[in-house]
Nanobody, 129 residues
Framework: QVQLVESGGGLVQAGGSLRLSCAAS????????MGWFRQAPGKEREFVGA????????????DYADSVKGRFTISRDNAKNTVYLQMNNLKPEDTAVYYC??????????????????WGQGTQVTVSS
């Protein structure tokens, strides 16, 4: 069982930056592929990005939605059981609740919600114009 807790959300002006953190419980964090998703009001939850566990197929690979490529960066610190989402040049359309997720699958489809077994409670990001 893995518990995930996101933090770092808030209100920021367009063009600004935020760094989200997702702290995970458990001793095997390094074996989990971690993903970030977001859900805007009235919309379905969508993929943001993911970082594949080193021991998995495509170990270390990072994947991003086209809408955030070049602006968002995912990283992880296995010693701290934490994954980060650095968000730069934020736009009003990035406003959403951001969720982190984890999967222990060897070859997950990183952009699909069904690949993930554990989810955090979400953190709100609001970008003002």
């Amino acid at each position: 069982q893995v518990q995930l807790v996101e933090s770092g959300g808030g209100l920021v002006q367009a063009g600004g930056s935020l760094r989200l953190s997702c702290a995970a419980s458990g001793r095997t964090f390094s074996s989990y592929t971690m993903g970030w998703f977001r859900q805007a009001p009235g919309k379905e939850r969508e993929f943001v990005g993911a970082i594949v566990a080193a021991i998995s197929w495509r170990g270390g690979y990072t994947d991003y939605a086209d809408s955030v490529k070049g602006r968002f960066t995912i990283s992880r610190d296995n010693a701290k059981n934490t994954v980060y989402l650095q968000m730069n040049n934020l736009k009003p359309e990035d406003t959403a609740v951001y969720y982190c997720a984890a999967t222990g699958k060897y070859a997950p489809s990183t952009s699909e919600e069904v690949s993930y077994d554990y989810w955090g409670q979400g953190t709100q990001v609001t970008v003002s114009s």
